[in-house]
């Protein structure tokens, strides 16, 4: 079992910067792919970025690409989402997710795909 926490979300203004948390808990974190998806009210949670259990690859929506960077340290059990010139459009709130897997290399964009996720962070972003 794992239990994810996202933290770091908050108001910012057109252009500004967010570095998001997301702190797992089990032994297993390590080996797990995560992820972060968003939902802004009104739509369908979307996927947003991805990475490997070891970090060495990653994958990210277009919309984002460029300007979010996702990374992870498996020493502290947690997972970033560096979010650089945010816009308006990012407004959502932000859930990190694992996928129960071991050893894979594949990167994964699904929400079906994922099998633990937090509760969530909220990222507004003003104009």
């Known amino acids: 079992q794992v239990e994810l926490a996202e933290s770091g979300g908050g108001l910012v203004r057109s252009g500004a910067s967010l570095r998001l948390s997301c702190a797992a808990s089990?032994?297993?974190?390590?080996?797990?792919?995560m992820a972060w998806f968003r939902q802004a009210p009104g739509k369908e949670r979307e996927f947003v970025a991805a990475?490997?259990?070891?970090?060495?690859?990653?994958s990210y929506a277009d919309s984002v690409k460029g300007r979010f960077t996702i990374s992870r340290d498996n020493a502290k059990n947690t997972v970033y989402l560096q979010m650089n010139s945010l816009k308006p459009e990012d407004t959502a709130v932000y859930y990190c997710?694992?996928?129960?897997?071991?050893?894979?290399?594949?990167?994964?964009?699904?929400?079906?795909?994922?099998?633990?996720w937090g509760q969530g962070t909220q990222v507004t972003v003003s104009s």
């Open positions: 089990g032994r297993t974190f390590s080996s797990y792919p």
């Open positions: 990475i490997t259990w070891s970090g060495g690859s990653t």
């Open positions: 997710a694992a996928r129960y897997e071991t050893g894979g290399s594949a990167l994964y964009s699904r929400v079906r795909e994922y099998h633990y």
